[in-house]
């Protein structure tokens, strides 16, 4: 039973370059989301998403993009990275009203 | 705005010292109240979902509690192993569908 699976774990960019942040569930889950959580500063949402098709921005949306083709899968797109884009990176999914469940992680760093 | 502010942002008791973690919620109205526990370079994981005042959940050493303005994680007699970040999470009425409102967390070390 995989849950919320995360790719890459760790990853370095030099500034300017672009990626894409993996996530899939087998949950089931009609929610997920994408969270980024840096030193003393809890966890920020970036994007969500209430089902396939449908995206919504978060509080900390800008340099981020995001898709959801499918209902498992929701990727992370970085345009032009930046060092303030340094920071762990959480996706996470649930159904409505109910508990999150997260992925692993990926740590990024920018230079 | 909706807020969440945990207390302390970091503990340390000895082994078998009970306490308390603390959680404030300022929303306009609650669908949910969750506690994870966080190890370092791990994702969060889920222990406690509370849904309205009065309600009390309990697993092994933990017990959460909630009122109608904060929520307690209550730690009876702690090991070692209990040593980790534990975050409290809202989910309030109206704003951004399905968002949870995370506290900074407390810290939680427990000495043998």
């Known amino acids: 039973n995989a849950g919320v699976t995360q790719t890459p774990k760790f990853r370095i960019l030099k500034i300017g370059q672009s990626m894409t942040l993996q996530c899939t569930q087998d949950?089931?889950?009609?929610?997920m989301y994408w969270y980024r959580q840096d030193p003393g500063m809890g966890l920020k949402l970036i994007y969500y998403s209430v089902g396939a098709g449908i995206t919504d921005k978060g509080e900390v949306p800008n340099g981020y993009n995001v898709s959801r083709s499918t209902t498992e899968d929701f990727p992370l797109r970085l345009e032009l990275a930046a060092p303030s884009q340094t920071s762990v990176y959480f996706c996470?999914?649930?159904?409505?009203?109910?508990?999150?469940?997260f992925g692993q992680g990926t740590r990024l760093t920018v230079v | 705005e909706d807020q969440v502010t945990q207390s302390p942002e970091a503990l340390r008791l000895q082994e078998g010292e009970s306490s308390s973690l603390n959680c404030s919620y300022t929303?306009?109205?609650?669908?949910?109240l969750f506690w994870y526990r966080q190890d370092p370079g791990k994702g969060p994981e889920f222990l406690f979902t509370?849904?309205?005042a009065g309600e009390e959940k309990e697993k092994e050493r933990l017990k959460a509690t909630l009122t109608k303005k904060e929520s307690f994680l209550h730690i009876t007699a702690p090991k070692p192993e209990d040593s980790a970040t534990y975050l409290c999470a809202v989910r309030p009425y109206g704003g951004s569908q399905g968002n949870l409102i995370f506290g900074k967390g407390t810290k939680l070390s427990v000495k043998p």
């Open positions: 996470a999914g649930s159904n409505r009203n109910t508990e999150a469940f």
């Open positions: 949950m089931n889950h009609n929610y």
């Open positions: 929303v306009s109205g609650l669908r949910g």
């Open positions: 509370l849904y309205s």
